[in-house]
């Protein structure tokens, strides 16, 4: 996207996307005093442009119109412009967002907001071409009026602006003002919903474009462990399956792209985000452990495959995204001609490769170009062509390698290398997950040195900080640091067991609290007590391409009670719950993570405890079953038969004090409510009371 001329201020900033606009014409300024006290000075508005680096259309917008000089002289005479990364600056962009949806009835990126020296707002938008077209007025037509009424009617627009603000504010308090208990058919409910909404044919919830929810998928796992309603089960299992057959699954390279334009998965919005690897990898990995179906398991491991050879720092943490797009187009990395994989693998392996992953000679998306998917299911395809199991995985294999190679020859899409405290604590709690669950060691080894990294550098002064590039450490950090990373480390405590984790999740627990939480009304302020800079800020439950980090800390809160036996803990989960009681009850299927949450809270609840020696072979079988059974509601704690670990482990759980090796051998205790079952001394044993408890 960057063109040869004169930088502007962005070529010093730390974020790739802004980075991407270092060149442009425009006279751009990152958030900050100084863009705003010279708009104070000139009595200019502010154009304020948000979007992120693997943003297709932040990347049109750019090229349309960021890149014109005749819309970066209007820009640079009448505004004052300042470019802002979401993924740095969240909170910022949560703000402006809530204006965007109230002003237009929808949002998205590129978001465009003009605002007054104060912050104030009274323009949003999303995408605008340089001229009209797709039906959408032209930036330039739309600079050019506001910047005549700015100077002709200035108080009618901050009049307007304010009015705003003042609404969506009277809506933060009567959110905040909804206490009340949660309906208790809320999970009924939820259920339903997600019902109504599913696509019986093709999986997922709703028409194009398609967004993979895995938090919704993971809820509905819940409810039917619950109800034991196959039919919720079989929602599950189509979606997941759907999924990593379709074109928003890349077939060759492995992890998923962003969303589907179209409803049957096929044609992707190509980005691929770490958010998505770590939420849909625990998704399959959940499914996996229901089912036993090899194909979820299959997908979790391409998912962890992709992300630790891509998108990996060498210090162990991930980074956030790669590109939609290479060489200005979306797509063209990924997207194959039938010809050119004929040229590639020849006649007869052609042929069949182009069979199996839906290549046709006129292409299965615009341009004659073609998606990878999987039409058809494997056993079929293998017995049209009269092929073994043994022989058709040798040819495929070797196909994906040329394939593979050849891709490798094109111009690959940027990659976004900024590392995020939050997007990381996803990736660890699935790695850490997908370890215990799969049995994969490499997977726990890389969720401890990923959580090792953020805790050596994005801590500073025991503050957990947003933010990772280039050695650049910034931005202090969100709810959603906090809540997101706690959970990672307590999933890594649960697979490694490890007090170290635990006692770690423990002081940023409490930290977190010290910052985000409302003594008043109950739940978390997405911003640190004192550091809110926008007329907006408050607190959110709504879950959308992430959980919320009030979701979240809810399962923190409620899965720390039953590890330690604290109950102001569980008592704060229930204040969350009254907190957004009112909204969550009326759209539960917009609250999934939530509904997880008070899922865990309903129970009954289990607590698993296996005494053993750490090298005792019986007690690690017992927690290799256990780590491999699907128990949303348990909580499993491995204590020793003395030493520091078993030490350290005590002074944090209470309830471990009379749990001890009885006869000389490993011995699982399994509570329930607060009253256990007899001890056991096998794996078969500790089955069957997990079975008939959950």
């Known amino acids: 996207m960057e063109s040869k001329g004169k930088p502007n201020r962005l070529v010093h900033a730390k974020s790739p996307y802004l980075r991407q606009h270092a060149y442009n014409p425009v006279d751009w300024y990152e958030w900050g005093e100084e863009a705003f006290a010279r708009a104070r000075a000139e009595n200019k508005p502010i154009f304020l442009s948000i979007g992120y680096s693997t943003c297709h259309w932040c990347h049109n917008m750019a090229r349309e119109s960021f890149e014109a000089e005749d819309v970066a002289a209007v820009l640079n005479e009448h505004y004052i412009s300042i470019k802002v990364d979401r993924e740095e600056r969240p909170d910022i962009d949560h703000a402006y967002m809530k204006v965007c949806q109230a002003l237009t009835g929808q949002g998205g990126w590129p978001l465009t907001i003009i605002m007054t020296p104060e912050k104030i707002p009274f323009f949003?938008?999303?995408?605008?071409?340089?001229?009209?077209?797709?039906?959408?007025?032209?930036?330039?037509?739309?600079?050019?009026?506001?910047?005549?009424?700015?100077?002709?009617?200035?108080?009618?627009?901050?009049?307007?602006?304010?009015?705003?603000?003042?609404?969506?504010q009277q809506w933060e308090r009567g959110?905040?003002?909804?206490?009340?208990?949660?309906?208790?058919?809320?999970?009924?409910?939820?259920?339903?919903?997600?019902?109504?909404?599913?696509?019986?044919?093709?999986?997922?919830?709703?028409?194009?474009?398609?967004?993979?929810?895995?938090?919704?998928?993971?809820?509905?796992?819940?409810?039917?462990?619950?109800?034991?309603?196959e039919e919720i089960l079989q929602m599950v299992v189509q979606s997941l399956k759907k999924m990593r057959q379709g074109g928003i699954f890349d077939q060759l390279g492995y992890g998923f792209h962003r969303y589907s334009v179209d409803q049957r998965w096929l044609?992707?919005?190509?980005?691929?985000?770490?958010?998505?690897?770590?939420?849909?990898?625990?998704?399959?990995?959940?499914?996996?452990?229901?089912?036993?179906?090899?194909?979820?398991?299959?997908?979790?491991?391409?998912v962890f495959t992709y992300v630790l050879g891509e998108m990996q720092d060498k210090g162990g943490?991930?980074?956030?995204?790669?590109?939609?797009?290479?060489e200005g187009v979306e797509g063209k990395y990924y997207t194959w001609r039938y010809a050119e994989i004929m040229e590639l693998l020849g006649e007869k392996e052609g042929s069949l490769i182009c069979d199996y992953f839906g290549v046709i000679p006129e292409g299965n998306m615009e341009g004659g170009q073609n998606v990878l998917h999987l039409p058809a299911d494997e056993g079929e395809f293998r017995k049209k062509h009269g092929l073994s199991s043994k022989e058709w995985a040798y040819l495929l294999e070797e196909s994906r390698k040329l394939l593979l190679k050849a891709r490798s020859r094109r111009v690959r899409p940027s990659r976004d290398d900024k590392i995020l405290t939050s997007w990381n604590g996803l990736m660890i709690g699935a790695l850490a997950r997908g370890g215990a669950a799969l049995r994969a060691e490499i997977y726990l080894k890389e969720a401890r040195r990923a959580a090792d990294f953020i805790l050596a550098t994005m801590q500073r002064n025991d503050l957990l900080y947003h933010r990772y590039m280039e050695g650049d450490v910034a931005v202090p950090g969100f709810l959603e640091d906090y809540a997101f990373f706690c959970a990672g480390l307590l999933d890594l405590f649960t697979a490694l067991q490890d007090p170290f984790f635990l006692e770690e999740t423990w002081r940023l627990h409490q930290k977190m609290e010290e910052l985000f939480w409302d003594s008043e009304r109950g739940g978390f302020f997405y911003v640190p007590h004192g550091m809110a800079e926008l007329p907006l800020s408050g607190k959110d439950a709504y879950d959308g391409a992430v959980p919320s980090g009030n979701s979240v800390a809810a399962q923190n809160l409620l899965r720390l009670a039953a590890i330690t036996g604290d109950e102001t803990m569980e008592e704060k989960a229930k204040m969350i719950f009254r907190s957004f009681g009112r909204l969550v009850s009326a759209s539960p299927h917009g609250f999934t993570a939530m509904l997880s949450a008070y899922d865990f809270a309903r129970g009954p609840r289990q607590e698993v405890v296996i005494a053993a020696a750490d090298d005792d072979l019986l007690g690690r079988k017992m927690l290799e079953k256990v780590q491999g059974m699907f128990l949303?509601?348990?909580?499993?704690?491995?204590?020793?038969?003395?030493?520091?670990r078993e030490e350290r482990l005590r002074a944090l759980c209470p309830s471990l004090q009379d749990k001890v090796v009885l006869q000389g051998k490993a011995t699982a205790y399994v509570c329930r409510n607060y009253s256990c079952q007899a001890p056991v001394n096998s794996v078969e044993e500790l089955v069957r009371q997990l079975t008939i408890n959950s």
């Open 124 to 168: 949003a938008g999303t995408y605008f071409p340089r001229e009209r077209k797709y039906h959408l007025p032209g930036i330039k037509s739309i600079l050019e009026g506001i910047s005549r009424v700015w100077q002709e009617k200035r108080e009618m627009l901050e009049e307007k602006g304010q009015e705003l603000i003042e609404t969506l």
């Open 175 to 229: 959110d905040a003002a909804g206490e009340g208990e949660i309906a208790a058919d809320v999970l009924e409910k939820g259920v339903r919903a997600l019902q109504q909404s599913y696509d019986r044919e093709y999986g997922g919830f709703g028409a194009a474009p398609k967004f993979p929810i895995p938090h919704s998928l993971t809820f509905l796992l819940r409810a039917w462990k619950r109800r034991g309603d």
């Open 267 to 302: 044609v992707p919005h190509f980005e691929k985000m770490l958010y998505d690897q770590a939420l849909l990898a625990q998704a399959y990995v959940e499914a996996y452990q229901v089912t036993g179906e090899p194909l979820f398991a299959d997908t979790a491991h391409a």
């Open 317 to 326: 943490a991930f980074y956030s995204a790669e590109n939609a797009e290479s």
């Open 632 to 644: 949303p509601h348990s909580v499993l704690l491995y204590t020793g038969d003395g030493g520091e």
